[in-house]
């Protein structure tokens, strides 16, 4: 039995059971999705948002877009993780400290609770896609940091605690655009504004006909295990329709994380649904956040669909550790 360590209880986080007859290891929340684009007045979307345990329920930073197609992030709560409150105002950003800069866009946001501050994590628009980091002790204001690199980069993914005495970032440097390539680094900094002692995590398949060719990015906050660090991440394909996001997941080592010890060969969710397969950007399942009940091991993860909508998906850290163990192979821990 592999277990969370470090972890809270939490009896009342979202679940389903897994189908009967269904052989998948991580399957659909039967009532998605479960916030739909059109939750605000004047949002075209709400999808690649972050939850997490806060009071008596959950909060957590929502990537809204609006109709003008801008980009921004907002807070919301819920108190059992299926029906969120978001709020119709967008978190107020600067492009970055000091810089009169007019803000350009958010999106993307991860939250990460590190000793009871919540660390969000966004791609912040400055001179191109960048790393922003702010924190939140109550879900309604956001202090902003330093953004943690230049450009360009995205997927800035925290470690819920400090790992060797200092903070953890994964990330994947990209480009300006819809970048075609793209890698997992590691960082480590002593005060989350300086990032240095950069490692590389791992690389996208070498097998051509792969879910996770073309570039690889981190997804919610890895889940500390007696069997490693559980990363959920995602991979694209190149396909001729154009790009296809799906899930998979890799087990990093506790104490030297830049280093892989199991990665799945295989996706674990990928866009089969409608909600997946059709919307503005048809062919996306993007994981930014998890659940997880160290009681039972439970995870419900929440992903973007067709960057239109969120949606949730469950598992459990027993089944899809062993499944990350079964399904990998040497050739593909790169
Ligand atoms: C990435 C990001 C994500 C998005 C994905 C698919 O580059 O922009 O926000 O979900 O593309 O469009």
Redesign the pocket.
């Known amino acids: 039995m592999t277990k969370i360590i470090n972890g809270t209880s939490l009896p009342n986080m979202p679940w389903e059971d897994k189908p009967e007859n269904y052989n998948g290891v991580v399957w659909r929340y039967s009532e998605n999705p479960i916030i739909p684009r059109d939750l605000l007045k004047n949002s075209n979307s709400i ?2 948002s972050a939850v997490v345990p806060f009071e008596d329920g959950y909060a957590g930073v929502f ?1 809204c877009d609006d109709t003008t197609r801008t980009m921004r992030i907002h807070m919301g709560k819920s108190k059992d993780g299926i029906n969120w409150h978001i709020n119709e105002d967008s978190i107020k950003l600067k492009a970055s400290l000091g810089d009169e800069r007019e803000f350009e866009h958010a ?2 946001p991860r939250v990460c609770n590190i000793d009871g501050k919540y660390y969000v994590t966004w ?1 912040n628009g400055y001179h191109g896609p960048t790393i922003g980091v702010g924190y939140t002790e109550d879900f309604e204001t956001l202090i902003q940091l330093e953004n943690a690199f230049i450009p360009f980069n ?1 997927n800035g993914v925290l470690f819920p605690r400090k790992i060797n005495g200092k903070f953890a970032m994964l990330s994947r440097p ?1 480009d300006n655009g ?2 075609p390539f793209g890698d997992i680094f590691y960082s480590e900094s002593p005060d989350m504004e300086h990032w240095g002692h950069h490692r590389h995590v791992m690389s996208t398949s070498k097998n051509v006909l792969s879910w996770q060719k073309t570039k690889i990015g981190a997804g919610p906050i890895p889940i500390e295990t007696d069997e490693g660090w559980l990363l959920i991440y995602h991979g694209v394909l190149t396909s001729c329709n154009g ?1 296809v ?1 799906s899930m998979g997941a890799a087990i990093l080592d506790i104490d030297e994380p830049w280093k892989v010890k199991y990665r799945t060969n295989s996706y674990i969710l990928s866009p089969q649904t409608a909600y997946e397969c059709v919307g503005d ?1 048809p062919n ?1 399942a ?1 994981p930014c956040a998890t659940l997880a009940d160290a009681d039972t091991g439970r995870i419900a993860i929440y992903y ?1 669909a067709a ?1 239109t909508v969120t949606a949730l998906a469950f598992t459990t850290v027993d089944e899809l550790v062993d499944f990350v163990k079964k399904d990998s192979s040497e050739g593909n821990i790169v």
């Open positions: 999808f690649n990537r999106y993307d791609c995205r990209s819809h970048t790009y996001y950007v996306v993007f973007g960057d």
